[in-house]
């Protein structure tokens, strides 16, 4: 929850460049739209990822144990490449509406409209199993279902999707809402 929120709102800072001026300074530099786009993917997902292993650290003091077959080191790394994988894709996602939209209402209006059944229908919360087929069908196609997936399996040892087919959906959707990020960031003015 919290690598989802911080990662796709890290995409206001878009907006907020733009209403404030900041961007016409950034879009002069001599450097690509592109490496711009990815500069503040990273800075977002860096954000989200320090945010959720506080809380994952802070959890232990709660009772919660890894109990994970990959050990501590190897769960912690698996939480690591999946935070980062699914904060660069949602700051993607953030960036590419922030690019569509002209005020900081409109991206909060859509993006919540976004985020909300993609957060509820992950499986984050509760199971899906018991889902209707149809409500399956949208958790199926839901990259943060693939990215919980494999943070359960870290720190539980338990997954529903294999752990290969949770990195490629994660990875894939890095890259897709990269590379759409940076075409509708290219036609900001």
Same mark, same amino acid.
Do not use: C
């Given at each position: 929850?919290?690598? #989802?929120?911080?990662?796709?709102?890290?995409?206001?800072?878009?907006?907020?460049?733009?209403?404030?001026?900041?961007?016409?300074?950034?879009?002069?530099? *001599?450097? !690509?739209?592109?490496?711009?786009?990815?500069?503040?993917?990273?800075?977002?997902?860096?954000? @989200? @990822?320090?945010?959720?292993?506080?809380?994952?650290? #802070?959890?232990?003091?709660?009772? /919660?144990?890894? !109990? !994970?077959?990959?050990?501590?080191?190897?769960?912690?790394?698996?939480?690591?490449?999946?935070?980062? =994988?699914?904060?660069?894709?949602?700051?993607?996602?953030?960036?590419?509406?922030?690019?569509?939209?002209?005020?900081?209402?409109?991206?909060?209006?859509?993006?919540?409209?976004?985020?909300?059944?993609?957060? =509820?229908?992950?499986?984050?919360?509760?199971?899906?199993?018991?889902? *209707?087929?149809?409500?399956?069908? #949208?958790?199926?196609?839901?990259?943060?279902?693939?990215?919980?997936?494999?943070? +359960?399996? @870290?720190?539980?040892?338990?997954?529903?999707?294999?752990?290969?087919?949770?990195?490629?959906?994660?990875?894939?959707?890095?890259?897709?809402?990269?590379? /759409?990020? !940076?075409?509708?960031? +290219?036609? /900001?003015?």
């Amino acid at each position: 929850m919290t690598a #989802l929120f911080t990662s796709i709102f890290s995409g206001m800072s878009v907006m907020f460049d733009k209403e404030f001026g900041f961007l016409k300074e950034i879009l002069v530099a *001599p450097v !690509s739209r592109t490496s711009i786009v990815i500069g503040k993917a990273l800075g977002g997902t860096t954000q @989200a @990822a320090i945010q959720a292993l506080l809380i994952l650290a #802070l959890s232990t003091f709660i009772g /919660v144990k890894i !109990s !994970s077959t990959l050990g501590i080191a190897g769960a912690v790394v698996l939480i690591l490449v999946t935070l980062f =994988f699914l904060g660069m894709g949602f700051v993607g996602l953030g960036i590419s509406i922030a690019s569509r939209l002209e005020n900081i209402e409109g991206f909060q209006v859509v993006a919540n409209l976004l985020v909300l059944p993609i957060f =509820f229908l992950s499986g984050a919360f509760f199971p899906v199993t018991s889902l *209707p087929n149809w409500m399956k069908a #949208l958790v199926d196609i839901n990259p943060l279902s693939y990215g919980v997936d494999a943070m +359960r399996y @870290a720190v539980t040892g338990l997954h529903s999707y294999a752990l290969t087919t949770d990195l490629a959906v994660v990875v894939g959707f890095f890259v897709l809402m990269t590379v /759409v990020g !940076s075409i509708l960031f +290219r036609n /900001v003015r």
